[in-house]
């Protein structure tokens, strides 16, 4: 929170990934008894919403983190003839197409196609949320862990897209399989959301107080 809040995210997740340093942070901070083993965990780099916009989303940049790992994986067990490992692999990226496909028919824009499109545009919507569970399960399998640790750095600073990035957070990525850390601060995220709260609703029917009013309950 405030000053130093990705310092402190990034000190958390070492904490929840280290033997070492979560020993020593035992000494002050008890976890609890069957909290999931820093080998099981599968830490992700971190994500920078400097680089969120109308056309890379988060679910993208998460999706691009995902397959570099199982890429440079891959690389490194080219002479591996496991076949176990290659069927989960198949599987894995048969997993990636279904949810980049989701992920596009919800972004489109063009609004000409014929009814069996539409309506196979507007199951995308509802299918991507499961198709994302199953991508992490699936993911998790094949690096051999049990949870994904997402962070991403700085939520408020983008102010254009800030609440966008809430709500996937919210809709898609509160799930079994993930644990999320977010370096923000509250009160700006907060403003950020009134805002938007504010043009969608359009500015002459609801108050600035109330938008706010809204957003604290939406951020909590």
Not at 25 to 32: G, H, N, S, V
Not at 157 to 163: K, Q, R, T, V
Not at 182 to 206: D, F, N
Request: proline share 1%; net charge neutral; charged share 30%.
């Amino acid at each position: 929170r405030g000053e130093g809040k990705t310092s402190c995210m990034s000190s958390f997740a070492t904490i929840l990934t280290d033997e070492k340093v979560r020993a020593e942070a035992e000494k002050e901070m008890r976890f609890p008894e069957k909290f999931i083993s820093c080998d099981k965990i599968e830490w992700l780099d971190t994500i920078d919403p400097s680089f969120f916009d109308r056309k890379h989303n988060l679910l993208e940049l998460l999706l691009g983190r995902m397959y570099a790992n199982v890429s440079r994986r891959s690389q490194g067990n080219i002479s591996n003839n496991d076949r176990d490992k290659s069927y989960d692999r198949r599987l894995l990226m048969e997993q990636f197409e279904r949810v980049k496909s989701d992920i596009s028919k919800i972004a489109k824009n063009d609004k000409i196609y014929d009814s069996l499109e539409e309506i196979s545009d507007l199951a995308a919507g509802v299918n991507l949320k499961s198709d994302l569970q199953e991508l992490f399960h699936r993911y998790l399998t094949y690096v051999g862990k049990k949870c994904l640790l997402i962070c991403i750095d700085d939520l408020d600073l983008n102010i254009s897209e800030g609440y966008e990035m809430a709500e996937m957070l919210r809709k898609y990525l509160i799930c079994p399989h993930c644990m999320i850390l977010v370096a923000v601060k509250v009160g700006q995220l907060i403003e950020i959301i009134a805002a938007a709260h504010r043009k969608e609703i359009k500015e002459a029917t609801i108050s600035w107080e109330r938008c706010k009013y809204m957003a604290q309950r939406y951020v909590a």
